[in-house]
């Protein structure tokens, strides 16, 4: 009975949707230390933003929700426990604007997938 009135209800939200991770004008993902937020009218803007390292041992670094991804994104700028793997390759980033409602279940979700 549980069941079936669980499946009923995840029914009526849809499909998953993609939440299109943002990448730069060339189509590419955001260097951390390069991005500058503020020239990306990132002032007040609210989502959920991802940081990884590449190099030899890719893996992801951060996950967070923001109230505002300029404030956030040059706080993670300066955080010497991020900052520290740019060293292995270099530090990108991606977010996406994603309802407030929407973002703490987000957020969860790749932190539990992706385990940074």
């Not at 669980?6 to 189509?27: F, I, T, Y």
């Not at 609210?46 to 890719?58: A, D, E, K, L």
């Not at 923001?66 to 793997?85: P, T």
Request: proline share 5%; charged share 30%.
């Amino acid at each position: 009975m549980f069941f079936k009135q669980a499946a009923k209800r995840m029914s009526k939200l849809g499909k998953p949707v993609d939440p299109k991770w943002e990448r730069n004008d060339q189509g590419k993902f955001s260097q951390l230390m390069k991005h500058d937020p503020r020239a990306r009218r990132f002032e007040g803007k609210i989502g959920v933003y991802v940081i990884w390292r590449s190099g030899v041992r890719p893996g992801w670094v951060w996950v967070a929700t923001s109230r505002n991804l300029a404030r956030d994104v040059q706080w993670c700028k300066e955080n010497e426990d991020i900052v520290f793997f740019e060293r292995f390759g270099g530090l990108f980033m991606s977010w996406a604007f994603i309802r407030p409602d929407f973002q703490a279940g987000t957020a969860r979700y790749l932190a539990m997938v992706a385990k940074p």
